[in-house]
């Protein structure tokens, strides 16, 4: 059966850092594109950062280039999205979600976990 579970959310002041978990059981993730997506209450959902796994680079929006960070653990299940300097901009419910390839909306990836919210707040 195929899981993709998100953790690592949380309550953090302006300027701190969290370090988003997305581990899946079922697949090897390692085969995948993974996305990260963040949708805020009232706004459209936003593809923050896509590794396409094949040659090319890891997509970041302009909005957290050079603040969140996407990488992937050795044994190929888990992927992580650090985010540094936070802004109370980034606060939402954040989703991983795996495809062949990168893809525009979350709704055209395979498989997608629950979520887990970020709130950034003084």
């Known amino acids: 059966q195929v899981h993709v579970v998100e953790s690592g959310g949380g309550l953090v002041q302006p300027g701190g850092s969290l370090r988003l978990s997305c581990a899946a059981s079922?697949?090897?993730?390692?085969?995948?594109?993974t996305a990260w997506f963040r949708q805020a209450p009232g706004k459209e959902g936003e593809r923050v950062s896509c590794?396409?796994?094949?040659?090319?680079?890891?997509y970041y929006a302009d909005s957290v280039k050079g603040r969140f960070t996407f990488s992937r653990d050795s044994a190929g299940n888990t992927v992580y999205l650090q985010m540094d300097s936070l802004k109370p901009e980034d606060t939402g419910v954040y989703y991983c979600?795996?495809?062949?390839?990168?893809?525009?909306?979350?709704?055209?990836?395979?498989?997608r976990g629950q979520g887990t919210q970020v709130t950034v707040s003084s």
């Open positions: 979600a795996t495809a062949r390839r990168c893809r525009d909306y979350l709704g055209e990836y395979d498989y």
């Open positions: 079922g697949f090897v993730l390692d085969y995948y594109a």
């Open positions: 590794d396409p796994l094949s040659d090319g680079s890891t």
